[in-house]
């Protein structure tokens, strides 16, 4: 047990729909990161939340948005979902910034029909 | 050209053969993480590493920075390491980018 919680674990839903998917780091863990897994692009950096501050944005689409709470937490935002959305969505946590070991969530599995 | 390669893409072993994964990056990096993905999907980090080496129980993973070159090495493979190993590299630039390669996948035949 990794210490990072991620729900729902798998999503069902409806092409244009939008949904969230949410996160708790491990306690302690400030930084909170957000990674799209699809079967033809591989793993992809989305985007960086540290202490409740974007720090870094990757591959984002613009369609999708996140942000970090007071409690850390982090809810990761996906409207006018396509087809092409259907993924994995893992989270991850960190102690700081630039160093340190990560910690990943089990997975958010979203499936848009 | 993918700016972490990892090779061989595919790799089957029989249960006790010593195993290497290899994987190369065309930037300067950090750090680099070593990762290991069940078939279930769960993302587990079993190393980072800016330079020389570490060892954790049968797994070893060595980083060459110069040659911007990292191996992980599994000694007496088990049917329980079949997973997707995926190595993936922090930027140097003051970033929490991670660049993933592609994954190898492992299978471990008893």
């Known amino acids: 047990d990794s210490g990072v919680t991620q729900t729902p674990k798998h999503l069902i839903t409806a092409t244009g729909q939008r949904v969230t998917l949410r996160c708790s780091p491990r306690s302690g863990d400030l930084s909170v990161y957000w990674y799209q897994q699809s079967l033809d692009q591989g793993l992809q950096f989305l985007i960086q939340y540290y202490n409740g501050e974007e720090r870094a944005k990757g591959n984002i689409l613009e369609r999708f948005s996140a942000q970090q709470f007071p409690d850390l937490h982090s809810e990761l935002n996906l409207s006018s979902l396509e087809l092409g959305d259907s993924a994995l969505y893992f989270c991850?946590?960190?102690?700081?910034?630039?160093?340190?070991?990560?910690?990943f969530g089990e997975g958010s599995r979203l499936t848009v029909l | 050209k993918n700016e972490v390669e990892q090779s061989p893409q595919n790799l089957t072993a029989q249960e006790g053969e010593f195993i290497t994964i290899n994987c190369s990056y065309s930037?300067?990096?950090?750090?680099l993480h070593w990762l290991q993905q069940h078939p279930g999907g769960g993302i587990v980090s079993l190393f980072m590493?800016?330079?020389g080496k570490k060892k954790h129980g049968r797994l070893i993973a060595t980083i060459n920075i110069q040659e911007k070159h990292s191996s992980l090495h599994i000694t007496a493979s088990h049917p329980r390491d079949s997973a997707v190993y995926i190595c993936?590299?922090?930027?140097?630039?003051?970033?929490?980018?991670?660049?993933f390669g592609t994954g190898t996948r492992l299978q471990v035949f008893p």
């Open positions: 590493l800016s330079s």
């Open positions: 991850a946590s960190s102690v700081g910034t630039h160093t340190g070991e990560l910690f």
């Open positions: 930037v300067g990096i950090s750090a």
């Open positions: 993936a590299v922090r930027w140097r630039v003051n970033t929490d980018k991670l660049i």
